[in-house]
């Protein structure tokens, strides 16, 4: 059974910093690529951050660009987002996805990270 659970949501000052964590099981973490999404109500899901099968092959949102960071631990099978310098406007549902080659594509749950004072 296939299963992404995100973790690390939860209510943060302007400024500050969350991790969240996807935890990976019933498929071969190490061949997916992974990625982090967010939502917000009536806007479409957008891609917020991206890591291949290579643990050094990363691509950013520009708006999350030298505040985020992707990362991925495959004897873990996790993934993480480091998120510093938090702004109101990072207020989302965030999302975990892994895609395949074939592709088979799997969604997590998803976290809700809200940045207010």
């Known amino acids: 059974q296939v299963q992404l659970v995100e973790s690390g949501g939860g209510l943060v000052q302007p400024g500050g910093s969350l991790r969240l964590s996807c935890a990976a099981s019933?498929?071969?973490?190490?061949?997916?690529?992974m990625s982090w999404h967010r939502q917000v109500p009536e806007k479409e899901r957008e891609l917020v951050a991206l890591?291949?099968?290579?643990?050094?092959?990363?691509n950013y949102a520009d708006s999350v660009k030298g505040r985020f960071t992707i990362s991925r631990d495959n004897n873990k099978n996790t993934v993480y987002l480091q998120m510093n310098n938090l702004k109101p406007e990072d207020t989302a549902v965030y999302y975990c996805?892994?895609?395949?080659?074939?592709?088979?594509?799997?969604w997590g749950q998803g976290t809700q990270v809200t940045v207010s004072s």
């Open positions: 890591i291949g099968t290579a643990e050094d092959a990363t």
């Open positions: 996805r892994a895609v395949s080659l074939t592709p088979d594509v799997y």
């Open positions: 019933g498929f071969t973490f190490s061949s997916y690529i």
